[in-house]
């Protein structure tokens, strides 16, 4: 199981970290990703890393003010989110990867096990 936390109220120009825990099983041999799902629009990809935390991808939008990591020992992975807009407002999902790698899987059907969001407000 995934489970999303971290989430909140915070003003344009703050900071927030997300966490995502594992419970059940390892997810530390599998890529990660993180998404997130304003109202009324499709859910999106913000960053992807792999099982090693060698490789990342950004999506453009959060690219220079989001940083995603890993720590496999405690099978978590986290969102670090600087510099947030108004636009960045949404609930944010973690999920797994069928693999290790995340190199072009860059759309949310890429991954297959997901877990409860975390809302992100973000006021102007």
């Known amino acids: 199981q995934l489970q999303a936390s971290g989430g909140g109220l915070v003003q344009a120009g703050g900071s927030l970290r997300l966490s995502c825990a594992a419970t059940?099983?390892?997810?530390?041999?599998?890529?990660m990703g993180w998404f997130r799902q304003a109202p009324g629009k499709e859910r999106e990809t913000v960053a992807a890393?792999?099982?090693?935390?060698?490789?990342?991808y950004y999506s453009d939008s959060v690219k220079g003010r989001f940083t995603v990591s890993r720590d496999n020992a405690k099978n978590t992975v986290h969102l670090q989110m600087n510099s947030l807009k108004p636009e960045d407002t949404a609930v944010y999902y973690c999920?797994?990867?069928?693999?290790?790698?995340?190199?072009?899987?860059?759309?949310?059907?890429?991954?297959?096990?997901w877990g409860q969001g975390t809302l992100v407000t973000v006021s102007s």
């Open positions: 059940g099983r390892t997810f530390s041999n599998v890529g």
């Open positions: 999920a797994a990867a069928p693999g290790r790698w995340v190199v072009g899987r860059t759309k949310p059907q890429d991954y297959d096990y």
């Open positions: 890393i792999n099982w090693s935390g060698t490789y990342r």
